[in-house]
């Protein structure tokens, strides 16, 4: 019989597909009592599995059970990490909020507040596009209200409370809400970001206490996605934080988490977590899965199941084809199936028609598509297919939407990338950069950046990449990671890297990449990607570069953190002293600020430090180098607290940042620590619990590792002197335990410092006692560092230590 080979009219099918549910009797019973436990703590449950062993349709069930246990009370939110933008925490959350999915409509109204003036304090030169009609109904409020979010933040934070007051009264936004909302003026971005999940906690309470009986679960998908790129532990970690950050703003809440590997969680998570591995359908469930669905050839039905080894992925396919065999007249025979996973997916692809299956190769090729790019892909290479079955295109089981965003799975990516060929390959990758680089130029926005360098790394070879790169868009990293976008510069370089390999980046690109990598707090890889690239050239061709040199110096910076000091001061003034190297003036600035600030504190040598420090000074000064200024100001701050002149310390520091005041680069976030610590030798105890608070946060948010443990540190340090002991033990605890995760060598002494002071409680040593400090001496003594031995050596002799100072390195 002769007819098309598919049709979106599925009335006129022979063949109908019964595609039942089977063999995950297990995992659905973990989901249904993780349900109906009752609790207040944290409850995750985290499946996970390769790719086409059926989690998406396992989400679909559990949706499903949802629904059928709860009905009017099950309220669902929805994340999927596959969307880049969801990857970052402003754009995730306002996208979990939408995604809320229930039979009663609830409104989030304290967060949509807190949103907006989130949003117009990251774009403030941009309209809040989001509906004002449906924001105003929202809020219940005048449109004329809801014009105040095109305004200024300052003009929001002015008159939204006064304009709103009667409505305020009626949500029940206390007085502690309301004068946080007002505190957006003075916060940062990422300040603001970290306490939206709050403004969404107080609405969903609300609803809840309306609403007891309410059934809430989260359901996070393609969990992997969030770390794209990234291998290592201690990135995965940093990207993850916001998560574990979210998740603990919703005891009794469920966390429903998809994906390829298990999570990898502190210990103090386990207790929480409930892993449940889906792996294949055993083979009985594998043929009750295609008899079910309609398959009675037994020969057809043996070959099937063996060449799908029991991934419901390939065992759907092989379903599909056959019912688009039969729903075309022909009889299937076992030519029609397959021998393996590729044959599997080219076998289905034939029976589709010419224009379908081509226009699915070339679909293929980006990450993800939205009607724009479908468009656009369509009417250049397949200009037969007609564009109004763009519905009925995403219609098939391989092809997920997000947002706007359409994925095609990715055994189905590579199986249809099989069969294209090269040019063609190029020729798209080609017509998607240059789509995206228009976007970008009009935009700015990261995530077409993103886009754009992932179609140009994949069409150009590497020296005509970097070319483009260098010329067009370094700039534009350089500034991102000015404003604190650690984890996406990481993740964008790292793209590149996996393309082209570590060496053949340029040396201004490793700088910015070994400078994000060591503010993770991974020093050793930071110290082995400068050697691996300075071992390539001679010295007397390092100190005449400008870029080698400044990687020679940050090796020397990067060093500090893992080894003996004396060698590295001995290291940074052989450079100091030759005359190639004041001729770079940024690198001639680092090089004086490394053994002023850094090196010769972290000897104990303050004379030296005070030497150095007033040259850094006076050069910064000279050279309007600010940010080299405000750096030097902390260190001369450190040099007076520890000459016990706190006031001086104190009235230097507030020359360059006030507390209350907005901490615009990381230099001022760091002075923060040290305006902590003067606070604490003022017995300013107030301020000082403010600035570390501020600081933890921040480091928290920017992934500086090393400064969220310093900001534990120091809190810890702040309830010594304020005879707090059980919270300080704990502190010190965090604060050893990141530390030690990193190798940070100064952080490991002075927390084993701190907790020695908490153990002794101002007693003179005992046995014991003096055995550990005697091991803590060993240790500072061979890193050099002298003011710590200082330290341990009047502890070890009875002697009170109130006037340790903590130099943050």
């Known amino acids: 019989m002769i007819g098309p080979k598919h049709t979106f009219d599925h009335s006129k099918n022979k063949f109908s597909i019964d595609d039942r549910f089977v063999n995950r009797g297990r995992e659905i019973k973990v989901f249904s009592d993780a349900l109906s436990r009752s609790t207040n703590d944290y409850k995750i449950v985290m499946y996970h599995g390769v790719g086409g062993i059926g989690k998406s349709r396992l989400k679909k069930e559990l949706i499903a059970l949802h629904d059928k246990l709860y009905g009017i009370n099950a309220l669902r939110f929805h994340l999927d990490f596959s969307s880049p933008e969801n990857r970052n925490p402003g754009d995730a959350l306002i996208s979990l909020v939408d995604s809320s999915e229930s039979r009663s409509k609830f409104h989030y109204k304290f967060f949509e507040i807190a949103y907006a003036m989130y949003f117009k304090k990251k774009y403030p030169d941009t309209a809040y596009s989001r509906e004002k009609e449906e924001l105003s109904k929202k809020f219940d409020i005048g449109l004329s209200i809801v014009s105040l979010f095109d305004s200024g933040i300052t003009q929001v934070a002015i008159n939204i409370f006064d304009r709103l007051s009667d409505r305020f009264k009626t949500l029940r936004m206390d007085e502690a809400m309301k ?105 009985a469930y594998s043929y009750e899965y295609l008899l079910s669905a309609g398959i009675k050839e037994e020969a057809i039905l043996d070959k099937i199941v063996e060449s799908c080894q029991g991934y419901p992925f390939y065992l759907s396919l092989a379903l599909k084809t056959y019912a688009d065999i039969v729903n075309s007249g022909r009889t299937p025979c076992l030519s029609d199936f397959g021998h393996d996973y590729s044959e599997i997916i080219e076998r289905f692809a034939n029976n589709l028609s010419g224009n379908e299956v081509e226009l699915l190769k070339v679909l293929s090729i980006p990450r993800f598509y939205t009607r724009e790019i479908f468009d656009l892909l369509a009417r250049q290479f397949v200009p037969g297919y007609s564009l109004s079955k763009f519905a009925g295109f995403n219609d098939y089981s391989f092809i997920s939407r997000e947002k706007q965003h359409y994925f095609i799975h990715l055994l189905m990516k590579k199986g249809l990338q099989k069969h294209i060929d090269f040019e063609t390959t190029q020729h798209i990758h080609q017509v998607m950069a240059d789509y995206y680089e228009e976007i970008f130029l009009s935009h700015r926005m990261k995530d077409p950046f993103a886009e754009m360098v992932y179609h140009k790394c994949e069409v150009l070879p590497a020296s005509v990449f970097f070319t483009w790169f260098q010329e067009s868009y370094r700039k534009f990293i350089a500034e991102l990671q000015l404003r604190g976008e650690q984890s996406f510069v990481l993740g964008t370089i790292r793209m590149i890297i996996e393309k082209y390999g570590l060496l053949t980046l340029p040396i201004d690109l490793i700088n910015i990449y070994v400078d994000i990598v060591h503010l993770g707090g991974n020093y050793e890889e930071a110290i082995a990607i400068c050697g691996a690239t300075l071992s390539r050239f001679p010295q007397e061709i390092i100190i005449k570069n400008k870029e080698l040199l400044r990687l020679a110096i940050r090796r020397i910076h990067h060093g500090m953190f893992r080894y003996p000091v004396d060698g590295l001061i001995h290291e940074a003034l052989e450079f100091a002293v030759k005359d190639d190297v004041s001729e770079f003036e940024e690198e001639y600035g680092e090089l004086l600020f490394l053994i002023g600030g850094n090196l010769s504190p972290l000897a104990g040598e303050f004379e030296l430090a005070d030497k150095w420090l007033k040259k850094t000074d006076r050069f910064a000064k000279e050279t309007h180098n600010d940010a080299l200024e405000v750096r030097t100001a902390r260190k001369m701050a450190d040099m007076l607290a520890v000459k016990d002149l706190p006031e001086q310390a104190l009235e230097l520091c507030e020359k360059y940042l006030r507390i209350d005041s907005d901490v615009e680069t990381r230099y001022h976030l760091y002075l923060l620590g040290s305006m902590g610590e003067i606070y604490r030798k003022l017995q300013r105890y107030q301020e000082a619990q403010y600035c570390f608070e501020k600081l933890a946060c921040l480091a928290s948010q920017r992934n500086l590792q090393g400064w969220l443990a310093h900001a534990f540190l120091g809190q810890a340090m702040l309830h010594l002197s304020k005879k707090s002991h059980d919270q300080g033990h704990l502190l010190v605890k965090q604060a050893e335990a990141i530390y030690h995760r990193i190798g940070h060598a100064w952080g490991t002494i002075n927390a084993k410092t701190a907790r020695m002071l908490f153990t002794l409680d101002h007693e003179p040593p005992g046995a014991a006692e003096l055995e550990m400090l005697q091991c803590l001496r060993f240790d500072a003594q061979s890193m050099n560092y002298s003011y710590n031995v200082s330290i341990v050596d009047r502890l070890i002799a009875g002697k009170d230590v109130q006037d340790f100072y903590l130099l943050f390195l």
């Open 179 to 283: 004068g946080d909302l007002q505190s957006f003026e003075d916060l940062d971005i990422i300040e603001i970001e970290e306490r939206l999940p709050a403004y969404f906690e107080r609405d969903l309470q609300r609803i809840k206490q309306k609403n007891p009986e309410l059934n809430v679960v989260f359901f996070i998908d393609t969990f992997e996605a969030l770390n794209a790129y990234e291998s290592d532990s201690i990135h995965r970690n940093r990207s993850e934080r916001w998560i574990k950050d979210f998740i603990m703003y919703f005891p009794g809440c469920l966390f429903v988490i998809f994906g390829r590997e298990k999570l990898r969680w502190e210990q103090e998570w386990n207790e929480y977590i409930e892993m449940c591995e889906l792996r294949n359908l055993e083979t």
